[in-house]
Structure formats: structure tokens, C-alpha cells
């Protein structure tokens, strides 16, 4: 390519029109490159419409009469030669106008009266479609287009699909910019609901407080804290992976390679994650408000004689937010009846936390999720046992036998602290002065057994 074609066509591709997002800019900066290039006095965009019927200039340069021409508009059925050749050929390179087969169509109503007598078009090529061209006119007679100036016009037009690129890249940015606002927005009222919540919390201390009946409040704030930590650990997981994916999709635009098919799976993303954390939300108040209906047993460690039958039901009470959420039926057999000595918020708090663990690890992905709770006991044994199951995923031997550990868990990072089932097993040997012991296997669900006391040797300490 000749020295003036290869300079101009640097200057363009490394203008800050072809990028500024402003395709006017760059539509303009390209045909004065091809009018100055190629010696001519017209050269013009023309566009597809909406279903390739027709091709509209977007902009003309017809620097012979000193006019800007963007009304012209070429049907498909007028001109059927030119259109098929568009279709099918690389380039149009009419050297007669005249005489050439895909432009001869133009003779009577448009090369006459212009005094064009050679025409060089090039398509326009953008994520794999010909959506336009550029045309060059030659006004005069014939001209043989060199290989050169053919390819510096292709050149050119290639460049235009990156000023096309830069224009997506800065609409798709300032979606993302307003996405990202509606986000803090919701983001700002979601932390106002929970300040509302916590504040709700914190009356209901003080009301706790002014009460003779609440004896351990600092095990009560333990018990709620615990209780109100799944949901708003949910919902900061989910509003740190709508960070993380708004963070993913700048690195792509900023990369130039950001795709539809990405930004539509973003956009569906952070929508997922805004009704997560809507959700849990709205769960951490239910879950308050249902907690008060307990909060006396789960305040205080101290032994009472209990019916297990209707306790256990009124704890499964408790936990109907949560295991409506995933559709888990739970049966309690217990022999009618049975009243025992014990520590009720104890056992309240093993099996909140049971629950909770066959519904954050054990139902995940499930159907048919099923919790049994079976209290069995033989006359004259000063004994019974007490077996939870589920049919979740169950676990392999490896973490079975870390299970109790403090601190383990399997989903660290997502809002997991490893400290349930260990609370579970201080509170069943030290505050109910029992036995546990938990059997599991892989896609068989879990069996925690226990065996504990009808009544407590001595009142039991705090564990």
C-alpha cells in the first residue's frame, strides 16, 4: 500500500473519535479519510435497515458541491443486481459505473445527473454480518481502482466496526453505572431495613432486662445472634457476588470483549442476587419475631420439667420460615406424654441448629427433603434416646469425622462459621449430660443419636 494511504489510515486508527463512543464522530473522521485517500469528491455510510430490504446513507460528503446528504434511501426490489452483488461479491469495484453490472441500475436516476462514472464499495462487517457499506464515487469517467486503494477502503471499514464496538462498550457501561446505582440503592434500604431490625432487637433487650423472668440475657442475645446469622450471612454473600460479577464485567469492558450473551447472564446474575438478599432479609425479621415466642427457654440454661412432645413441636414451630423456604416435611414420633427433667433451652438450641445445617448443607439442590425426629424410651431405664435424620447429601467419612471440630465447615467463604454442630455437641454432653453420636454417608442423609438423661443428676451449669 502507497505511502498516503498507509499514513492516513494510521491517523485514523489511532484518532480518539474512533473510541470516544461518539459514532457520528467516527463515521465522519473515516469518509474524510477515504475522500482525501482516494482523490474523490463523494464518498458516503449506508446502512442496512432493521430486514436488509433497503440500505439508508447515514452520511454522504459531496465535497464538489460543499453538501451533506442523509435522506437517501436505495430499495432492494429497485435495484436487484446491486443488492445481489452486495450479497455476494467482497468488494464492488465498478471502474465503468456504466457499463459494471452491479451499478449499471444507477445510470438514469443517479450517475447521470451526479456526473459519477466509477464507484468502489466496500461492506461493513460487525460480529460476523454485513450490516452496511461505504461507498466511494468517482465523479468523471472510468477509473481503475488499484488493489491498493481497494484495500485501504476495506481497511477503513474495519475500523468503523471498532468505533461501532467503542459506542456498545460505553452504551453497555452506562447500563452498568445505573445498575450499579439501583444496586446501592438497594443495597442502602436492604441495611436500613436490618438497622430497623436490630434496632427492634435492641428494644427488645431493654425489655428483656426490666423483666425478672429473664435470667441469662447474654444467652439469649447468643441464641438470636446465632439464629439471625444465616439469613444476613446470605444476604452479604449475595451482595459480594453481585460486587464480584459487576467487578468481572468492567474487566470485560474494559477489554474490549464484553459479549451480549455476557451482559445478559450479568444483568440475570445481579438479579438473582438483589431477590436473595430481599429474601433473607425479610427472613432475619421473620426469624426475630418468631424468636420471641422462645426467647425465655433459650435465654436461660436452667432444668424444668417439660412435655418433649409438645416442646419439640413448638421449636419445629419456630423454624417454619426456614424449612417452608425448602420444602422439608418434618415428622416428630414421641411417646405421649413423656415429661422428663432437663434443660429445654439446650435442647432447643441442638435442634435449631440441626435444622439449620440439613438446610444449609444437606437440602442444597434436593427434592422431597424430609427431617425425622424420633424419641424412643424403655421403662424403668433412666434414659431415652433421641435420633434426628435427614435425607440430604450426607458426607463422606472425611468430614464425618471432623464434624464436631470447632470451626470446621465446608463452606468457608460462604457464610459457614464451623461452630454449629460443635455447639451441639457441648451442649448435649456438658448442659444435658448425654451422649452424641453421628452416622453418615454420602446421598444417604444424616442420623445424629442421643442419649441423655430423663433427669438431670444435678442442675447443669452453663456450657
Known sequence: MRQQLVQLLYGVSISSDLDSGNVELAERLIINALLDGLDIARAGLWLFNADNSAIEC??????????????????????????????????????????????????????????????????????????????CEHIGGSR?????????????????????????????????????????????????????????????????????????????????????????????????????????LAGLLSNNTLSKHALIDGIDHLNECIKISYANLERAARLI???????????????????LGNYLNNILHSLIPLTRQLQVAVNITCPADFMLTTVPGALSQIILNLVNNSCVHGFVDMHNNEIEIIVEHQHDQPTYQLLYKDNGQGMPQNVLSHVFEPFFTTKRGNGGSGLGMSIVYNLATQALQGEVVMKSMPEQGIAVEFKLPIKLAQAAGKS
Open 289 to 307: 419475631c418468631d424468636f420471641k415466642q422462645t426467647a425465655v427457654d433459650q435465654s436461660s440454661l436452667n432444668t424444668m420439667e417439660i412435655n
Open 144 to 248: 481503475d481502482w488499484s488493489d491498493d486503494e481497494c484495500a485501504f477502503v476495506g481497511a477503513l471499514a474495519d475500523l468503523y466496526g471498532r468505533a461501532l464496538s467503542a459506542q456498545e462498550n460505553k452504551r453497555i457501561n452506562a447500563e452498568l453505572e445505573e445498575m450499579n446505582q439501583q444496586l446501592e440503592q438497594r443495597v442502602i434500604e436492604r441495611t436500613q431495613k436490618l438497622e430497623n431490625i436490630l434496632s427492634e432487637l435492641t428494644n427488645m433487650q431493654e425489655q428483656l432486662i426490666e423483666s425478672e423472668k429473664m435470667a441469662s440475657l447474654g444467652n439469649l442475645v447468643a441464641g438470636i445472634a446465632h439464629e439471625v446469622n444465616t439469613p444476613i450471612g446470605i444476604a452479604v454473600t449475595a451482595n459480594s457476588s453481585a460486587q464480584d460479577k459487576l467487578t468481572e
Open 58 to 135: 447515514q452520511l454522504l460528503l459531496d465535497r464538489a458541491n460543499q453538501q451533506e446528504i442523509q435522506t437517501l434511501v436505495l430499495q432492494r426490489d429497485a435495484f436487484p443486481s446491486y443488492f445481489k452483488a452486495l450479497d455476494t461479491q467482497r468488494t464492488i469495484t465498478a471502474s465503468d459505473a456504466y457499463t459494471d453490472v452491479a451499478t449499471c441500475e444507477f445510470s438514469e436516476h443517479y450517475l447521470t445527473p451526479l456526473g459519477i462514472g466509477a464507484m468502489l464499495d466496500a461492506p461493513i462487517r460487525y460480529k460476523g454480518e454485513m450490516i452496511g457499506i461505504f461507498c
